[in-house]
Nanobody, 122 residues
């Protein structure tokens, strides 16, 4: 089970850190991704991190602003979001994949958290 948290309301230019906590599984066995879905839009990939944390992958809109990391001892993955923009407003979901490579396709992730709302005001 995955639990996403840390969302909230922030002004443009501000920062938030999202957390994705896992329970009931050996978290280090999974690559973990973050996705987001804005109202009226399709879900989109944000970032992913490998099992060890040694490899990361970012969508172009968030490169240089977001940083993904993980602490396997705490079974938690983080998404540090800086320089937030109104277009980052969405529900953010974390998901876990047992695939070999980092992937931006949601269909490659078997386990999903419930989502946390991020709202960036202009």
């Amino acid at each position: 089970q995955l639990q996403a948290s840390g969302g909230g309301l922030v002004q443009a230019g501000g920062s938030l850190r999202l957390s994705c906590a896992a329970s009931g599984r050996t978290f280090s066995r999974y690559n973990v991704g973050w996705f987001r879905q804005a109202p009226g839009k399709e879900r989109e990939f944000v970032s992913a991190i490998s099992r060890s944390g040694g490899s990361t992958y970012y969508a172009d809109p968030v490169k240089g602003r977001f940083t993904i990391s993980r602490d396997n001892a705490r079974d938690t993955v983080y998404l540090q979001m800086n320089s937030l923009k109104p277009e980052d407003t969405a529900i953010y979901y974390c998901a876990a994949s047992s695939g070999l490579a980092l992937n931006s396709k949601g269909s490659e992730y078997a386990y999903w958290g419930q989502g946390t709302q991020v709202t960036v005001s202009s």
